[in-house]
């Protein structure tokens, strides 16, 4: 197992100076939810961004740079982003049969108001200033998207990129150190009907709200259980299974053409096989025949894919395995610590209690998460074949 060691706190603390060193290049993003009864949930992410290279997140781009251009604060047609912003939502929603959202004036000046105090308050607040009362009357199932993201980050002045930079960040989160997916989920919830749209330059930083609820009467149009049953999934791991082209476009490994009954959704970890050889199947949800994977093997995933409404986890050029077979996992939390706030008992793959514990106030690196097949709770990995459920520890 993954030793318990002092150096967590050390590697906590580079992080936090790295993160408060680097000024301006820090790109964030946030989202919050609320329900009419005032539930509100909230995510803070904050990573950092090379200022004038930007080296490729995915792996077959792993040795690629593209080198960015820092556009003039003074080129940026503020009024045209927030068109486009408005725009490509919609083409978003499109793309996964939702309806398009109603773009209102009083969530309009909300979120131009949002935006526009970033600018004294150093950066978006962590939603510390987000009032659905505001929005009234589309203060129903509120939700609210911002971020910040350096002009160098930007690259250019023409507003339908940017806006395309923006959705895209909100969608992928490819600069979030936790990714939960709660912007896609904001962004693809088929139960909201409006939106307001607000977009601010300064400091070097274009800062951008997507605020978004309904009014009482399309509020009361759907089920509360169903609103509420959506929002209790945005803290997967893995994001809902959906399809943006600009994001899928940087998928290389495998033919992505879309057909009839397929979509895909990122991942941002991998699979473990169970306790028995894994059959691979092709993208069109065939065995592929002689072709296995062995028992408790760990394969990284890019993507998830839906065939013929069967799930799927992609894990080679032509190859997926059925999402029965397999306990998905994410990467996102490597190098953090938990510590046991019990003498916690340790699981294995399979969500099994292997019979062994973890010493009570003991710290441990993870290096994974995943959700538990059989009790359904969080997992933390310390080491092989070897999770802590989370109703058992802490987050350091």
């Not at 759907?222 to 940087?250: F, G, H, M, R, V």
Request: zero cysteines.
């Amino acid at each position: 197992m993954f030793a318990k060691t002092k150096k967590v706190t050390i590697l906590l603390a580079a992080s936090l100076f790295l993160a408060t060193s680097l000024g301006e290049n820090i790109a964030l993003a946030d989202t919050v939810v609320t329900d009419n009864n005032n539930l509100t949930t909230a995510t803070t992410v904050k990573t950092d961004s090379n200022t004038a290279v930007t080296t490729a997140a995915n792996n077959n781009d792993a040795n690629k740079t593209t080198v960015t251009t820092t556009p003039n604060n003074n080129n940026i047609d503020t009024a045209a982003v927030k068109t486009a912003m408005f725009s490509e939502l919609n083409r978003l929603r499109g793309q996964n049969n939702l309806q398009p959202l109603t773009s209102v004036a009083v969530l309009n000046t909300y979120a131009q108001t949002r935006t526009d105090s970033f600018i004294d308050s150093g950066g978006v607040d962590n939603h510390a200033g987000w009032k659905s009362d505001n929005m009234y009357p589309y203060n129903h199932t509120a939700e609210e998207n911002i971020s910040q993201m350096p002009f160098s980050m930007l690259g250019t002045t023409d507003s339908s990129i940017i806006a395309q930079k923006i959705t895209h960040e909100f969608y992928s989160e490819l600069y979030d150190p936790e990714p939960n997916y709660g912007h896609r989920k904001n962004m693809l919830n088929p139960y909201i009907n409006y939106v307001g749209i607000g977009v601010t330059l300064g400091n070097g930083i274009l800062y951008a709200s997507q605020e978004m609820g309904n009014d009482q009467t399309a509020y009361d149009k759907y089920n509360p259980n169903d609103i509420y049953a959506y929002y209790l999934t945005k803290y997967n791991d893995y994001s809902n299974p959906s399809q943006y082209d600009i994001a899928d476009n940087s998928h290389k490994n495998a033919d992505y053409t879309r057909r009839d009954k397929y979509s895909t959704a990122d991942v941002r970890g991998g699979v473990t096989t169970k306790n028995h050889v894994t059959q691979l199947y092709d993208r069109y949800g065939k065995q592929q025949s002689g072709l296995t994977l062995s028992p408790n093997s760990d394969w990284l995933s890019d993507l998830i894919g839906i065939i013929d409404g069967n799930y799927y986890y992609h894990v080679s050029d032509n190859g997926f395995v059925s999402a029965n077979d397999v306990l998905p996992w994410a990467s996102f939390l490597s190098g953090s610590s938990i510590t046991t706030t019990t003498i916690a008992k340790i699981y294995d793959n399979n969500g099994i209690y292997t019979g062994k514990t973890a010493a009570a106030n003991s710290k441990w690196i993870v290096d994974r998460r995943a959700e538990n097949p059989l009790t359904f709770s969080k997992m933390y990995r310390i080491g092989t074949n070897a999770w802590l459920q989370d109703n058992q520890i802490t987050r350091n």
